[in-house]
């Protein structure tokens, strides 16, 4: 088994989703993702029970859709309403399943594992910074990757200093680390001395070296709270030009990842054309810088487990081991739990 299925796991970010449905793939089941009609975000299975045909494609009518194939009708709870064939009867295996979500700073929140455990407290505080109403520069990529690869890479931030030289990194710089973690959670502080500002934080920070602190947190499943700051060399770490940041990694199957990204920062936050400049940094970088690397890694690992591998093991690779070891873990205790479940299941069935 690849994934944990008992977590929350954005979906799509809020403006994404309206009233026409779409479909999106999140742990290899295909979802229908629409807003109800009072704005809430609903999400379904998208696939028919009777022939699979894709419901996102149907016609909506009301809170219903219906199947584009032969036409049944299902709510937005999954249940078949109406079948306009024969006798009418609604079969008993007519629906689809239907997933708790939540709408919360400017991300659907999706739960794809077992309903009766999904508790909206559990859903991570992004903690961006306040945009007065603003809604915050985010964006989204598919990558043709193993989630965990993009986990790897997240919790790993040396690859920066080469990879992202210039753009989101200082070149080459010395790097210091700090690592500290619990059972759903890994922090690594990284403060890199008198380095050039990378042309990402140069936008609005006034001088062209500093000290450069980059803070990043994993969150289970896919969550990652990143906290950027430059500030003058010796400066106050709390001080200076600051960014939050959000990565939610949520794989889409075993070897593509969904990537939604969400920036915020504490200066020149009304300034447009530094909103543009970084997305269009932020793109480029993964998009241009991580995909191809991470894909072609991917490439050589020739479909092969990470471990059975034996990577080498170097001192940044701490963060990356244990998120690997701690997802390992959920699946291993959800598979023994389902395994408790299954006899139930046969029995009732
Ligand atoms: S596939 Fe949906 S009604 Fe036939
Ligand atoms: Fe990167």
Request: aromatic share 8%; hydrophobic share 35%.
């Amino acid at each position: 088994m690849t994934f944990a299925r008992n977590g929350w796991y954005c979906a799509a970010l809020t403006a994404e989703v309206g009233d026409t449905p779409m479909a999106r793939r999140i742990l290899n089941q295909p979802i229908m993702l629409v807003r109800d009609a009072v704005g809430d975000v609903r999400a379904i299975g998208d696939r028919c029970p009777h022939r699979f045909a894709p419901l996102h494609q149907g016609v909506r009518d009301d809170d219903t859709i219906e199947c584009p194939y032969h036409g049944l009708r299902f709510d937005l709870n999954g249940a078949c309403v109406f079948n306009p064939h024969g006798q009418g009867r609604i079969p008993a295996a007519a629906h689809v399943p239907s997933y708790p979500v939540v709408e919360r700073d400017g991300v659907i929140w999706l739960w794809p594992g077992d309903p009766d455990l999904a508790d909206p407290n559990q859903i991570t505080d992004l903690q961006l910074i306040d945009r007065g109403g603003r809604p915050p520069v985010s964006g989204y990529l598919m990558m043709p990757v193993d989630y965990r690869l993009v986990l790897d890479n997240l919790m790993d931030l040396s690859h920066a200093a080469y990879i992202h030289a210039g753009t989101l990194s200082p070149s080459r710089a010395r790097r210091e680390s700090q690592y500290d973690s619990d059972e759903t959670s890994i922090r690594v502080h990284t403060q890199m001395r008198d380095v050039e500002a990378p042309s990402s934080q140069a936008l609005y920070f006034g001088d062209p070296k500093g000290d450069y602190h980059s803070d990043i947190e994993w969150v289970f499943p896919g969550t990652l709270r990143q906290r950027l700051a430059m500030t003058d060399t010796d400066g106050d770490p709390d001080a200076g030009a600051v960014t939050r940041n959000a990565h939610l990694i949520t794989p889409e199957t075993e070897t593509s990842t969904h990537y939604f990204w969400i920036h915020t920062r504490n200066r020149r936050t009304d300034d447009t054309a530094i909103d543009e400049r970084t997305r269009t940094i932020i793109t480029n970088a993964f998009r241009t810088e991580d995909e191809p690397m991470i894909a072609a890694c991917q490439n050589y690992m020739d479909g092969a487990e990470f471990f059975s591998l034996q990577p080498l093991y170097l001192e940044t690779d701490y963060a990356g081991t244990r998120c690997r070891r701690a997802i390992e873990k959920r699946i291993e205790s959800e598979a023994r739990r389902a395994a408790v479940r299954e006899p139930e299941h046969v029995g009732a069935a």
